[in-house]
């Protein structure tokens, strides 16, 4: 049983530590996508009155220019820097979700034997609300890598006008796909859960593992 509780207990620190540096990733490229937000406001500007200027031949276009070589010799490593950091913590996004998949099959396994011992059937129910809570967690981001990596593409490739780069920031810092209280209460839900397991594992509730049990693993 320890082992068992060890793998979960992973697990969920797992699922904190990716939160937490998904979050500090976030809020490193949101500053760095600040930096660049001012030349970003003077190129929209530009469409706007200019005044006694408009007589000046080009002005528009070569201001416009010369902003957006600025704007993007930014924002492009910029962003590919944030990429670089969100790629590299999937590789952790990968492990999280082979463990929740070595839990599920764990848990089929153990259905396999529900009706010749029914005092399973909590424990398995308990772990499939972990398995759960795990998939919605990830899936979450998931969505929202691949939203990151679509915005980065994009304007590395520099197919987007001016508007659309606007709204693309806008997106990247709302992060559409991830929605805080949603998460907070999967977060919640999932030491519930955990919880519950806890106390089977160490004998606290009225679920008694049977032998059956001992002759499957994680």
Request: hydrophobic share 45%; net charge negative; no cysteine.
């Amino acid at each position: 049983m320890a082992q068992e509780l060890e793998v979960l207990e992973d697990l969920r620190e797992g699922i904190d530590s990716f939160v937490e540096r998904w979050s500090k990733i976030q809020r490193n490229s949101m500053k760095a996508i600040q930096a660049v937000t001012n030349t970003l406001a003077q190129i929209e500007h530009l469409d706007g009155p200019m005044g006694k200027l408009d007589g000046f031949k080009d002005i528009r276009d070569n201001t416009r220019g010369k902003l957006l070589v600025t704007l993007f010799d930014k924002l492009v490593p910029a962003l590919e820097a944030s990429i670089k950091e969100f790629t590299k913590l999937m590789k952790m996004f990968e492990t999280l979700r082979q463990r929740a998949s070595s839990i599920q099959t764990f848990a089929e396994s153990l259905r396999n034997n529900v009706d010749d011992t029914p005092e399973l059937e909590d424990f398995i129910g308990f772990l499939d609300l972990i398995v759960m809570s795990v998939h919605d967690i990830l899936n979450m981001f998931e969505a929202e890598f691949l939203v990151k990596i679509t915005i980065y593409k994009d304007i590395e490739e520099d197919a987007a006008d001016i508007g659309v780069v606007s709204n693309y920031l806008t997106i990247w810092t709302a992060e559409p796909n991830i929605e805080p209280h949603a998460l907070e209460k999967l977060l919640k839900d999932l030491d519930e859960h955990f919880e519950l397991l806890r106390d089977v594992f160490q004998g606290k509730t009225g679920i008694r593992l049977p032998d059956i049990y001992r002759n499957v693993s994680f």
